[in-house]
Every structure is written in structure tokens, then in C-alpha cells.
């Protein structure tokens, strides 16, 4: 039993095989959980189910495992804060969307993906086209199907990420916590998650980074404390756009069937985070002693699939 009081987590979506760069953020998860002696949590986000691609959930906990990083709770080995997988928990997530409704944080919304972007001229980021707040006072045309949103009251929350600094979002609009196909939104599943998990620290790409402030809103809203954020800088290919299977052979596996060592591997994303020298192969384990979360490389790094002979 891990003695201290970390908790933090691995949550994979299974649409394809491990590659370079998720490897790299769950590395970082691995070593800070490891760090802190606490303990690690694999959940499967198979929300969406046609997202989810037979087989992928397998082969990413093999790849996990062959690349040298373990977990104490997850989906083979249960643990008190199953079910493990996304597709099990919507009790949980049903019962977080009716305390937000009785606490009076969402209103229905009739307004289709397409009105959305029409009606916002603001560029779009990570989050999509801004919501102009259409029903927030009231559905604008019954018979549609609804949507389900969270109102969200400015200022959007500020908060301070271990790698970034203190961020301030750019957008503060209402977001779907319940979408028009019945189907629970991300940011809703993975704060009640992350709530009831009891995960102190979260580690992952920092293409959530916009996410956040949405997510902290949340937490407040169900009086769950949040936890610490720690969003770790993509790989990009060689273009500078977030590397890709159309980049070529990234997956973790494809390394494998080419004889690739897992220490190659884990040294060289260990190298690119700055936690030792490039051209030295390592095992998350064997890491541990150099890894210092404070001076972690926070530039995003290009890689071609080639990258590691
Ligand atoms: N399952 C998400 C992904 O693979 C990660 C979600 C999160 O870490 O909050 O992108």
C-alpha cells in the first residue's frame, strides 16, 4: 500500500495504439506518482463509444507495461474506486449531472453544433467556437434535440499549473456537460472522476490546457476539491503540428516490432523532457533519481518517426 497521500492517474481513450507522444505525458504522470510515493490509477475513457477501437485498450496496457511503467488500481486488478472504465461509470456521472441541475448550474440548449459556429465570429481554439449564451433564458427552438450545458459565471477560474504557471483562460462560455445524443461530455466525466477517484494531481497534455478552467468550475460547482494540474508540452512532428499517425510509425508498438529496446525509447522522451542527456537508454524506474519536476523542459518538442533509430 502506497504510504502517501498521492493519487494520480493514467486515463488512456482507447482509439488507437500508444504513441510517442502520449507515451511521453504518462511517462511524467508515471514519475511523479512514483516520486511522490503515491499511487497510480488506470482509467480507460471509452466514453465515446464510436471513438473506441476494438483491441486498443490491450495493446496500450501491454505497451504501458513493456515500456516499464505499472499502476496500483485500474481496470484488471479493481481497486475501492472502480468500475475502472468511463462506459461503466454513467451512474456516477448521471448522479453529478443531477446535483449540478438542482443547484441550478445548467440549462437545456436546442442550439446545433453548426448554429454555434455560425453565431460565433471569435477564432476558434481547442475548445471550439465560442457559445454566444442562445438558451441561456430559455430552449430557443423546442423540438430540436438538447444539449445540456453548464453556465459558466465569469471570471473564469485562474489556476496555477506546475509546468506553466498561473494561467487565466481566454474563453468563459457555457459548455455541454450532456450532449444532444444522450452521450455524458468529457469535462463532466472527468471531473466526477477525478472527484470520486480522490486524485490529488493531474498529469497530462497540454492540449487540455484550455479545458481546465472549465473543469475547475465544475469541481466548485459539485464542492469537490480539485487537484494540482500539470499539463506537459505535445510532441510535434517535424511540420510543428502535434505528432500524428500521418507523421508515420509513432506507435509505441511499431518501435517494438522493429526491435526498438524499451530503454531506447523511454531515454529518448526522457531526453526531450530534459531529464538526461540524449543518446542514453533508462527505465522509468532507473529515472526516478534524476527526475525533477521543476525543471522539466516546458517547450514542445519535434520529432520525425525516424527519430529513434
Ligand atoms: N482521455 C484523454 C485523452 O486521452 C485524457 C483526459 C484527461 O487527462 O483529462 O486525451
Known amino acids: 500500500m502506497?504510504?502517501?497521500?498521492?493519487?494520480g492517474r493514467l486515463a488512456p481513450s482507447p482509439t488507437g495504439r500508444l504513441h510517442l507522444g502520449i507515451a511521453r505525458t504518462f511517462l511524467v504522470a508515471w514519475l511523479r506518482a512514483r516520486g511522490a510515493g503515491g499511487t497510480l490509477v488506470l482509467r480507460v475513457e471509452d466514453l465515446d463509444p464510436p471513438r473506441v477501437i476494438a483491441g486498443a485498450e490491450a495493446s496500450i496496457r501491454q505497451d504501458l507495461e513493456w515500456l516499464g511503467m505499472d499502476w496500483d488500481e485500474g481496470p484488471e486488478f479493481g481497486g475501492p474506486h472502480g468500475p475502472y472504465h468511463q462506459s461503466q461509470r454513467t451512474e456516477h456521472y448521471r448522479r453529478a449531472l443531477q446535483r449540478l441541475r438542482q443547484d441550478g448550474h445548467l440549462f437545456d440548449c436546442s442550439c446545433s453544433r453548426r448554429e454555434v459556429a455560425a453565431a460565433?465570429?471569435?477564432?476558434?481554439?481547442e475548445l471550439g467556437p465560442r457559445y454566444p449564451g442562445t438558451c441561456?433564458?430559455?430552449?430557443?427552438?423546442?423540438?430540436?434535440?438538447?444539449?445540456?450545458?453548464?453556465?459558466?459565471?465569469?471570471p473564469a477560474p485562474?489556476?496555477?499549473?506546475?509546468l506553466h504557471g498561473t494561467i487565466t483562460a481566454d474563453v468563459c462560455d457555457d459548455f455541454i456537460v450532456r450532449r444532444s445524443d444522450g452521450l455524458f461530455a468529457y469535462q463532466l466525466a472527468v471531473v466526477a472522476d477525478d472527484a470520486e477517484m480522490g486524485i490529488t494531481e493531474v498529469v497530462r497534455g497540454d492540449d487540455l490546457l484550455s479545458s481546465t478552467p472549465r473543469q475547475l468550475a465544475l469541481f466548485d460547482a459539485l464542492g469537490a476539491a480539485p487537484p494540482r494540474f500539470f499539463h506537459i508540452p505535445l510532441v510535434l512532428g517535424p511540420d510543428g503540428k502535434r505528432l500524428a499517425k500521418r507523421h508515420g510509425a509513432i506507435a509505441i508498438g511499431a518501435y517494438r516490432e522493429r526491435g526498438v529496446a524499451p530503454e531506447q525509447i523511454v531515454g529518448?522522451?526522457?531526453?526531450?523532457?530534459?531529464?538526461?542527456?540524449?543518446?542514453?537508454?533508462?527505465?522509468?524506474?532507473?529515472?526516478?533519481?534524476?527526475?525533477d519536476a521543476s525543471t522539466l523542459e516546458i517547450h514542445?518538442?519535434?520529432?520525425s518517426p525516424d527519430w529513434i533509430p
Open 2 to 7: 502506497a504510504a502517501s497521500g498521492y493519487r
Open 268 to 291: 529518448a522522451l526522457a531526453a526531450t523532457l530534459g531529464i538526461i542527456p540524449p543518446g542514453e537508454g533508462a527505465t522509468p524506474r532507473e529515472l526516478l533519481t534524476a527526475f
Open 300 to 303: 514542445p518538442v519535434r520529432v
Open 136 to 154: 441561456r433564458s430559455g430552449v430557443q427552438r423546442p423540438g430540436q434535440p438538447i444539449s445540456i450545458r453548464f453556465r459558466m459565471s465569469p
Open 120 to 125: 460565433s465570429n471569435a477564432p476558434h481554439g
Open 158 to 162: 485562474v489556476f496555477e499549473d506546475g
